[in-house]
């Protein structure tokens, strides 16, 4: 049987919109945590970006830990990229 484009999607990978749903989350949110550095692209497909999803995982929990702590994302994104 043939691939289609959504049978393309490798082992792991995880989309924004996936992401959003996933962790409750806005897309929006996974969009700003996109731009401003926190959640790195592996790849895109078209218009489509796929994450590790283990990398978001982990992310999004130090993230969170971070923001209830009272972190901004400016500090948040020095913390986990080292910037």
């Not at 996109?34 to 982990?58: A, I, M, W």
Request: proline fraction near 1%; charged fraction near 25%.
């Amino acid at each position: 049987m043939a691939n289609t484009s959504k049978n393309t999607k490798k082992e792991g990978m995880i989309s924004a919109k996936e992401i959003s749903t996933k962790y409750s989350i806005s897309y929006q949110t996974v969009n700003h945590y996109t731009d401003f550095g926190l959640l790195p692209v592996v790849f895109k497909e078209g218009n489509v970006r796929f994450y590790d999803d283990s990398q978001v995982k982990e992310r999004l929990n130090i993230i969170t830990k971070l923001a209830s702590e009272g972190y901004s994302l400016r500090l948040i994104r020095r913390k986990l990229l080292g910037v």
